[in-house]
């Protein structure tokens, strides 16, 4: 979503500045060209030459350029900005914003945007929590503007509580997950484990919760997707807007999957390898000698989606791997014709089934490679869609 997008970064004083720089550099990593404006008083905290090194661009914080006399033109400013991003946002800034005063270049660029303005409040606990600071910031929201929630935590003061700047990387989650380019596409996503019958009592199953599928779900909605959710029985409540079929067994996964034409696939679901060849019509009953099940292979789904792949179309599977994870994964991706891998280690510790955190590494069909840290599954499927929309629809 970032990438190509023209960013204002706006930073006002205050001791969070240290993390725009970090910001900054993340807008530059996902593909964004970054301007930065500065209040006076920003200046302070984090120099201009730091931000104007990470953004590859001048630093703006004054009207005109005191040396050269060089008019700094908001107004050029504010229509080349796709988006105006304030991080942190003081007290003071919000103040100025939320009642039209206009002391300085940030400001009169705020003024003069067309675009949206997020804006990521930074200030101690009790500033945050003063009536006329809840009001500005309500006021802010009223005009359009999106607040980037502060965070709880330890604060520059001392204290403990709100008012914290949030974290880079939800900042970022914040500004893309406003993005509504997946408008008109349509997104299947396979969830949970399938049961595969023995008799009319038991099954052979895993252990999939389901919630890496259900949240991913979620992040194609946020998109504007149309989402299908293809699902094995799990305890999750499918997001608002989904559209749930519940299946049991992997011949029903792939009945509902063959059902849908879609532009992207995301094969999550830990399907059975082998389902039961003759299941039995009635319970089994106990008996004393051993008892043999016979296994028959079931049709891989990702690999029949992989071989009826059109032009355009996108298809993300999932590899769980314990050993040579990297080519094992590369080689079944190759194999299904898929378009990029989500690679999960069984060594990896939290990740995998069941948790509410999960480790992935990212393999794209152009022998690209991303690593990311442990996450919650949430953070994960941002990172899986931010990925995905990074090579599909550019
Ligand atoms: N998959 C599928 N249909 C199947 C089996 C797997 O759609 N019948 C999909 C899974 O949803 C996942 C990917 O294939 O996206 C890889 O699953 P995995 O179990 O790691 O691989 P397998 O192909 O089953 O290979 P192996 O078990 O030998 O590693």
Redesign the pocket.
Known sequence: MLKGKNVLLGISGSIAAYKSALLCRELIKKGANVKVLMTPDAVGFITPLTLSTLSKNPVYSEYSDKKTGEWNNHVELAKWADFFLLAPATQNTIAKMANGICDNLLLATYFSMQNKTYFAPAMDLDMFKHPSNQQNIERLEGFGNVLIPSENGELASGLVGEGRMAEVENIIKAISSQDRSWVGKKVVI?AGPTYEAIDPVRFIGNHSSGKMGYALAEKALNKGAEVILISGPTQLTAPKGAKLIQIKS?GEMLAAVRAQEANLYI???A?A?YTVTTPSDQKIKKKTETLSIELTP?????AEIGANKKEGDFVV????ETNNEVENAQS?MQR?NCDMIILNSLWDKGAGFGGNDNKITILHKDNNIQNFELKSKSAVAQDIIDSIQSKWLV
């Open positions: 396979t992997a094969c999550a679901a399907v390898d079931t049709v891989d789904i990702l599977g999932f590899a769980l079944k299904k």
